[in-house]
Structure formats: structure tokens, C-alpha cells
């Protein structure tokens, strides 16, 4: 088990990569490498406003359904949302995804226990917090800014986006992720702190 999720994580990686070669290529840029765009990426909150194209959003979901899942469930479920109207909607909704209104676009990234291994709500969470994950580095990788804004574990912002998109209640909606061009204003952190790994023992 272990070893399969980890050709998945692998070939994750690789799938992400690929889709921002093809983008940069089509821009004449070369695409960064993988640890780069891992240490690159930032919670991007400042937006130009500027919309994002279908093949942009396309490339990222992508990258989202590349994530290792246990037993190839894949229990998740992405709502992308592009309508300004609605953008502004869940903005007002929900408090800490006020960026919302600069945004271009957003994806939910949505759990579904009743499709995952042994129908656990834990692997669901887990399967969709990997894609969600995913999504993050994608957007990064191809010039796109991106933040993961909490709906669960928060009864009323998970309300505000079931009710927002009509949501079904057997469905988690884990996340709203905006998704735009960045500003330049928001920078990458250096969080590596060797006080918290462990070789070989605890």
C-alpha cells in the first residue's frame, strides 16, 4: 500500500509538471522544476482581478485529480466557480476569503465519504486535502496565485457554501480556493525547521 501511494505521489508530480510545461511552452517560458515550484509556492490574497482562462483552470484540476488516493477511491468532487455574482456571494459569506472579490475564479474542493475506501469520512478528507494540495502547487507552477480558505471543519462557512452552490449534504465542501493572477505583493516563507524532524526514533 505504501509503495503504491508512493508511484502515485510520483506520478502525481509528474502530471503536474507536464501540464505546466505545456503552459509555459505556449508562453515561450520555460517551466520551473518541481522543489522549485514546492518552495515557491505562497497563500496568495492579492489579485489583479484579471479572469482565468478554462485551460488554466483545466490544467489545475488536473493536477487536483493526479493526488494519491487510498485504494483509487478518488472520493472528491471540484465545483469551480468563475461567475462574479457568485464570487461575491461566498466573499460576503465567508470571513476569511475576502480576497474573493479580486479573485478570477475559485474551486471548491469537495469531500465525499459515501466513495471512499470503507466509506470513511476520514479518507475522504484526507484523499481531498492531497488534491486540494495539488491544486495549490499547480497554480503556482503556472503563474497563477492561489490560497486554501477553510469551509470545514466550520459548520456556518460550510453552510454559507452549501447553500452558495448547492451543495449536497452528504458532500464535505473542505475548502474555497481562490484562484487569480497575483500582484507580486504576497512571498513565499522559508518554514523548514530542523528542530522538528526525527531520524529513526522519535
Not at 485551460?55 to 468563475?82: C, I, K, S, Y
Not at 476569503?97 to 466509506?119: N, R, S, Y
Not at 488534491?131 to 466550520?154: D, F, H, Q, R, S
Request: net charge positive; charged share 25%; aromatic share 6%.
Amino acid at each position: 500500500m505504501k509503495k503504491v501511494k508512493c508511484i502515485i505521489g510520483a506520478l502525481a508530480v509528474l502530471v503536474l509538471m507536464l501540464g505546466a510545461a505545456e503552459c509555459f511552452a505556449q508562453q515561450n517560458v520555460k517551466a520551473p522544476d518541481a522543489l522549485t515550484v514546492i518552495h515557491s509556492r505562497k497563500s496568495v490574497r492579492n489579485f489583479t482581478g484579471q479572469a482565468v482562462s478554462r485551460e488554466a483552470l483545466d490544467t489545475v484540476l488536473r493536477a487536483g485529480m493526479a493526488a494519491p488516493t487510498a485504494v483509487g477511491r478518488q472520493p472528491w468532487a471540484f465545483v469551480v466557480v468563475t461567475d462574479r455574482k457568485t464570487l461575491d456571494t461566498l466573499r460576503d459569506g465567508l470571513p476569511y476569503a475576502k480576497m474573493l472579490g479580486k479573485a478570477g475564479a475559485a474551486i471548491i474542493v469537495c469531500a465525499m465519504p459515501e466513495k471512499a475506501h470503507d466509506k470513511k469520512i476520514e479518507f475522504a478528507l484526507i484523499d481531498s486535502t492531497c488534491a486540494g494540495e495539488n491544486i495549490l502547487l499547480a497554480a503556482e507552477a503556472i503563474g497563477l496565485g492561489a490560497v486554501w480558505t477553510a469551509a470545514y471543519p466550520y459548520k456556518d462557512r460550510m453552510d454559507v457554501v452549501r447553500k452558495t452552490l448547492r451543495i449536497p449534504d452528504d458532500v464535505i465542501p473542505l475548502n474555497v480556493i481562490p484562484v487569480g493572477h497575483p500582484t507580486g505583493i504576497d512571498k513565499p516563507k522559508n518554514k523548514y525547521n530542523p528542530e522538528n524532524i526525527r531520524w529513526e526514533k522519535w
